[in-house]
């Protein structure tokens, strides 16, 4: 299964130029990396980053993550993905840009799919 992480622009460049990133500043406080599943990332989007232009999507293999990632209770009680550790460029299974259209970020065709 895949899951995904929603990078500013500069964040997905230092990840790209470091080889591997803590997270934004809200995965630093929190002491892990948020993901969300491809049902969840729309919502995610929505609720944090509106209006927001140059997002990069990233996808990242839940399996290959392993036990550093735990699954645990976040908005409205619904389990989202939370790494544990550094995200590395190893990890990241494809990256694309989330652009904006009519007021909203448009996500890759299939998303649902393609995570399963």
Do not use: N
Request: a negative charge.
């Amino acid at each position: 299964m895949l899951i995904y992480k929603i990078f500013l622009a500069d964040e997905w460049a230092a990840l790209r130029r470091d080889g591997s990133t803590e997270g934004a500043p809200i995965d630093v406080a929190d002491g892990y990396v948020h993901f969300s599943t491809a049902g969840q990332a729309p919502e995610t989007a929505e609720k944090y980053f509106a209006g927001i232009e140059g997002l990069m999507l990233v996808a990242v293999d839940a399996d290959a993550a392993g036990a550093d990632l735990k699954w645990e209770p976040s908005r409205g009680g619904a389990l989202f993905p939370h790494l544990y550790r550094r995200l590395t460029m190893d990890d990241v299974v494809w990256a694309q840009p989330l652009p904006i259209a009519g007021g909203a970020h448009q996500f890759p065709a299939g998303l649902e799919e393609a995570s399963r």
